[in-house]
C-alpha cells in the first residue's frame, strides 16, 4: 500500500527586510503580500499543513486576523531556514512531518506545479536532502539585476552555484540571455537534515553572497534542482517596485 508523504509547508516572514522594511504588510490589491503568499500556498493539495513563522507581533496578529496558522520565533535567526530550524526545535510537533517545505514570503504567486516537481525531485533521489527550483531567464534586465539569484548546476541537474551576479561568465556581450537560469524561492527539505542543520556553521560564500543555500553546497551537500518549463509567470517581491508587477499578473 503506497504511504501518502507527510509534508508541511513552511512560510518565514520576518518584518526587517534590507530592503523593502515591512514587506510582509504591504497591499497587493486589497490582501497583504504574508496574505497572498500564505492563501496561495494553502491552495496546494499536497500539504497535511501550512505554517507562518516570524519574529514581528504585528505580523502574527496579522497572520490570525485572516484565519491563518502562526508561530513565533527569535529575532536573531538571519534567514528563513534558520527560522524553520529553531522552530522545529521549540514545536516539536512539527518533527511529525517528513518533509518540510520553505516557501519565502515574498512569493505571492509561486504555481503549485512548482511545489510537486520540486517534491518529486527529493522523493525520486533518496540520497538527495534538499531540493529547490530554477527557470530560464528571459531579459537583460533580470539577468544584471542583482535581486534576480542565478543558478548553475551540473550534468545531473545538482547546484553548482549561486550567486546575484550572472554566472557563467561569457566574454561577448552578444549571448542569449535563456540560456541562463533564475533560483526560485523554494526549497525542499527532509526533516533530519533540518534537525542537524543547526550544528553548520555559516560559511565565506554564504555571507558574501548573502545567499543562505551557499551555505549548504559549502559544507558539502548536495541540492537537487528542478528546471521548470515555460509558461511561467510568477514575481518575487523584493523591492517597491516589484508590488505593481504582482498587481499586473494578478489582473491578467
Known amino acids: 500500500m503506497f504511504l501518502k508523504p507527510s509534508i508541511i509547508g513552511?512560510?518565514?516572514?520576518?518584518?526587517a527586510s534590507s530592503r523593502f522594511p515591512g514587506k510582509m504588510l504591504a497591499p497587493i490589491l486589497g490582501k497583504s503580500l504574508i496574505q497572498r503568499t500564505y492563501e496561495n500556498?494553502?491552495?496546494y493539495k499536497g500539504f497535511k499543513?501550512?505554517?507562518?513563522?516570524?519574529?514581528?507581533?504585528?505580523?502574527?496578529?496579522?497572520?490570525?486576523?485572516?484565519?491563518?496558522?502562526?508561530?513565533?520565533?527569535?529575532s536573531s535567526c538571519q534567514t528563513g531556514t534558520d527560522r524553520i530550524v529553531e522552530a522545529l526545535h521549540k514545536y516539536p510537533q512539527l518533527q511529525e512531518y517528513?518533509?518540510?517545505?520553505?516557501?519565502?514570503?515574498?512569493?505571492?504567486?509561486?504555481?503549485?506545479r512548482i511545489i510537486?516537481?520540486?517534491?518529486?525531485?527529493?522523493?525520486?533521489?533518496?540520497?538527495?536532502i534538499i531540493s529547490t527550483a530554477a527557470i530560464r531567464i528571459k531579459t537583460q534586465e533580470e539577468a544584471l539585476n542583482p535581486s534576480c539569484v542565478k543558478c548553475v548546476m551540473d550534468l545531473r541537474g545538482n547546484a553548482l552555484y549561486f550567486s546575484r551576479s550572472l554566472i557563467p561568465f561569457k566574454t561577448t556581450e552578444n549571448f542569449d540571455f535563456t540560456s541562463y537560469y533564475r533560483h526560485i524561492g523554494l526549497y525542499c527539505f527532509r526533516k533530519d537534515f533540518l534537525l542537524d542543520y543547526k550544528d553548520l556553521c555559516p560559511t565565506p560564500l554564504q555571507t558574501i553572497?548573502?545567499?543562505?543555500?551557499?551555505?549548504?553546497l559549502?559544507?558539502?551537500?548536495?541540492?537537487?534542482?528542478?528546471?521548470?518549463?515555460?509558461?511561467?509567470?510568477?514575481?518575487?517581491?523584493?523591492?517597491p517596485d516589484d508590488i505593481a508587477r504582482v498587481e499586473k499578473l494578478l489582473l491578467c
Open 10 to 15: 513552511i512560510i518565514p516572514a520576518r518584518f
Open 41 to 43: 500556498t494553502k491552495s
Open 49 to 74: 499543513e501550512v505554517i507562518v513563522l516570524t519574529e514581528d507581533i504585528g505580523i502574527a496578529d496579522h497572520v490570525k486576523s485572516f484565519g491563518g496558522k502562526v508561530l513565533m520565533t527569535s
Open 98 to 112: 517528513e518533509y518540510v517545505v520553505n516557501i519565502q514570503g515574498d512569493e505571492p504567486l509561486l504555481e503549485k
Open 116 to 128: 510537486r516537481e520540486t517534491l518529486e525531485l527529493l522523493f525520486e533521489d533518496p540520497e538527495s
Open 209 to 216: 553572497e548573502s545567499l543562505e543555500q551557499l551555505k549548504i
Open 218 to 239: 559549502e559544507h558539502g551537500f548536495r541540492i537537487k534542482v528542478a528546471t521548470i518549463s515555460e509558461p511561467f509567470e510568477s514575481c518575487a517581491v523584493d523591492v
